[in-house]
């Protein structure tokens, strides 16, 4: 099949660092996305990381890439209260921007004061 | 960054009544855009592609004769809901590509049928 997986929810406090795991299962992947969600509106592109890479540091945002366990991670440090969203990773099959995104069912991370 | 909007962000309608909603990209030119539709609590679900001057690809399972899709050009796209039910409550997403790797999100609009 062609799933992406995600837990359902994460709670962390402020300050410290959020780990939001994502598991897909198609190999053929090309790019893998993290998109954040915040009440009512539409997704935000945080960052994409190409297949045959391993890591990507974007400021606090550090994607992790495992491709032979086809497990993809998203670290936010110093996590702050604006940072509660849902959070979705997607994938996308083959070098065309047209190709379809598949997304995870999304992770409601819940940052405590 | 590419900014994709949506109008209207927000609109109840009768059941049995037609609905368009617009997407456009605000500063470039989208030769594709995607249509989404997210339940409650749930993921996005892809309904249809939408390629500027011809038909929309629609996935299995939606309807192309109740969700209209019209891409007439390359900054605007068209999903019209047509004799709408409470089940088609729900928020609907575009996106537009900008190059070759991403895919920039609409902030959605969320219908509510009566």
């Known amino acids: 099949g062609e799933d992406v997986e995600q837990s359902l929810f994460l709670s962390v406090r402020e300050g410290d660092s959020s780990v939001i795991n994502c598991t897909y299962t198609d190999s053929s992947s090309t790019y893998l996305y993290w998109y954040k969600q915040e009440p009512g509106a539409g997704l935000q592109l945080l960052t994409y990381i190409f297949s045959n890479m391993d890591m990507k540091q974007d400021q606090r945002l550090t994607v992790l890439l495992n491709k032979k366990d086809k497990h993809l991670s998203l670290r936010i440090a110093d996590t702050q209260t604006g940072d509660s969203a849902i959070y979705f990773c997607?994938?996308?099959?083959?070098?065309?921007?047209?190709?379809?995104?598949?997304f995870g069912g999304g992770t409601r991370l819940m940052v405590k004061p | 960054g590419a900014v994709v909007s949506q109008h209207p962000s927000r609109v109840i309608c009768k059941s049995g009544t037609s609905v368009k909603i617009e997407c456009r990209s605000l500063d470039f030119q989208a030769t594709t855009m995607f249509w989404y539709r997210q339940f409650p609590k749930k993921s996005l679900m892809l309904m249809a592609t939408s390629n500027e001057g011809s038909k929309a690809t629609y996935e299995q399972g939606v309807e192309k004769d109740k969700f209209l899709i019209n891409h007439a050009s390359l900054t605007l796209s068209t999903l019209t809901v047509t004799s709408a039910h409470p089940e088609d409550s729900s928020f609907y997403i575009c996106s537009a590509i900008s190059g070759a790797y991403e895919q920039y999100f609409g902030p959605g609009t969320r219908l509510t049928v009566t």
């Open positions: 997607a994938e996308r099959r083959g070098n065309n921007a047209g190709n379809m995104l598949t």
